[in-house]
């Protein structure tokens, strides 16, 4: 490149970057001076909007009992009132999701699913999620974040200037990917700083804080064991998109400035009542998993993976985990078209794909094809078992089965019994599907937590899922007359 060249763009890039150092603001509850961008607060609210209609049916749709909804909106406005702006309007929604979530979108949007209201013991801890998630819209993060990831790429934009593209559509197309990566540590300090200051405002135990987070790992511990990946998080579990530490929420509470609240509110009683009822797990809207057996009553159909394989349901897919990471994965097909399922395997679904063994199948009176593929995954040498469903002139499903190839001969049996497994439901048999509920259970004279237990419906772990529901460890005992979580069906 020339010296004229190099000088002119020089140039370019440091008139580009003026109004960017010009975006400076001074954020709300924090003080701390923080580049933005040029990101308004009319702007957050714009993209807040925007992706709120994306958010809500990624997470299974918006909970529909208004009793919960409402009393849990009614937490969230009491604090945002005792915030540094106490004008912004916020919505809060209750996601319909078994998953321990909760974050916030600009513009005020803040979201929690009812998994993590399954989980919280009283309405000071749900009050200290809320609270948190307040402080990153307040101390405007999403903004901030923005800012930064300008400000990384003006070398970009000053390229872009100089090969004709517009900085408006750098900006524009920047916003909506920045504003839900995950919040750096210190915007994390910073909102549980302010989220300790508006509970206390709002006459909470900001130690409420403290006491979910214990909740939370261990819900988070024994997660992970099911999934046979001990210590790994979830990637949309609260822990993973949100990681805080017992020290430091402990360093935020005395380093929030909030005076001590006289005979602080936690409402465990008011909040068991509210959630008595709550859905538990699946939403039979979403499917169900029942051990090893999926069923959708809406859908109509049902499948039963092999023994020593656990089921998990996902928002696309359904997937099992089984012996030294053998797979099945469940979808629907994203492209349905008519002939021989044959010619779908291999010219649309697996085009490209090398498919050995292609045969048609007839499983439980549906048009069936299979084939077969080998790979390499992270661990080595893979077999590949793809099965293509049709379940009616429109619907056609897909079951991918990966296994290790020193394992696939022992697991054939069980996975070619999961691929004839998969049948229509009856109208009858999806009517009598119903899903799990939370209900609030008052202990008898000499009732123990292995006996409470034994009643919940689940086919393993009973004790241990009623101990990490309860926030007990098995050591632990309770008087007559306690309340405690149960689920039944």
């Known amino acids: 490149m020339s010296l004229r060249r190099t000088s002119r763009l020089l140039t370019l890039l440091g008139l580009a970057a003026l109004p960017l150092l010009a975006a400076c603001e001074t954020a709300p509850g924090t003080g701390r001076t923080i580049f933005t961008g040029g990101m308004s607060v009319a702007d957050e609210t714009q993209l807040g909007y925007r992706e709120h209609q994306k958010i809500v049916p990624q997470f299974g749709g918006a909970y529909a009992d208004p009793a919960v909804t ?16 106490p004008n912004t309007k916020f919505t809060f929604t209750v996601l319909d999701t078994p998953i321990v979530n909760a974050f916030a979108l600009p513009g005020g949007y803040v979201y929690i699913t009812r998994g993590l209201l399954a989980l919280a013991d009283n309405e000071a801890e749900v009050a200290g999620v809320l609270a948190h998630e307040i402080g990153h819209v307040t101390a405007r993060h999403s903004a901030e974040r923005y800012g930064q990831t300008l400000a990384a790429n003006v070398f970009g934009l000053g390229l872009g ?9 750098d900006f524009y197309g920047t916003v909506a990917g920045v504003a839900l990566r995950s919040y750096s540590r210190e915007q994390e300090y910073e909102s549980d700083l302010l989220g300790v200051r508006y509970m206390a405002r709002a006459g909470y135990d900001p130690g409420a804080m403290a006491s979910f987070l214990s909740r939370l790992q261990a819900h988070g511990q024994f997660e992970s064991e099911l999934r ?12 993973q998109t949100h990681p805080r530490t017992a020290d430091r929420i402990a360093r935020a509470i005395q380093e929030a400035g909030a005076k001590t609240v006289a005979d602080p ?3 465990r009683d008011l909040y068991l009542d509210k ?5 538990y797990g699946d939403n039979p809207s979403q499917g169900l998993v029942r051990g090893r057996r999926f069923l959708h009553p809406e859908l109509r159909f049902a499948f039963e993976v092999p023994q020593g394989f656990r089921l998990f349901n996902g928002a696309s897919r359904v997937t099992a985990r089984g012996p030294e990471g053998a797979t099945i994965a469940f979808e629907p097909a994203k492209q349905v078209v008519r002939g021989p399922m044959t010619a779908y395997l291999t010219r649309v679904w697996a085009e490209g794909v090398a498919l050995d063994e292609v045969e048609s199948l007839t499983v439980n009176g549906m048009a069936t094809a299979t084939g077969h593929a080998r790979g390499r995954g992270k661990n080595g040498a893979i077999d590949l078992r793809l099965v293509a469903f049709r379940y009616d002139p429109q619907t056609i499903y897909h079951m991918i089965f990966e296994t290790p190839v020193r394992r696939t001969a022992a697991l054939s049996r069980g996975l070619r019994e999961t691929t004839y497994s998969f049948r229509r439901l009856s109208a009858a048999e999806a009517a009598r599907l119903k899903p799990r509920r939370l209900r609030i259970h008052r202990t008898g004279a000499g009732e123990t937590a292995a006996r409470i237990a034994a009643r919940m419906p689940f086919e393993d772990h009973r004790l241990r899922r009623f101990l990490v529901l309860n926030g007990l460890n098995r050591d632990q005992s309770f008087p007559t007359g306690h309340r405690v979580k149960t689920v039944t069906e």
């Open 228 to 239: 046979g990946e001990p210590g790994q998080a979830d990637r949309l579990d609260i822990l």
């Open 70 to 85: 409402g009393y849990i909106a009614s937490i969230g406005d009491l604090l945002a009132r005792t915030s540094e702006t």
């Open 265 to 267: 509110m936690t409402a």
């Open 275 to 279: 959630i008595d009822g709550l859905l």
């Open 161 to 169: 200037l100089v090969l004709g593209r517009g900085l408006a559509t």
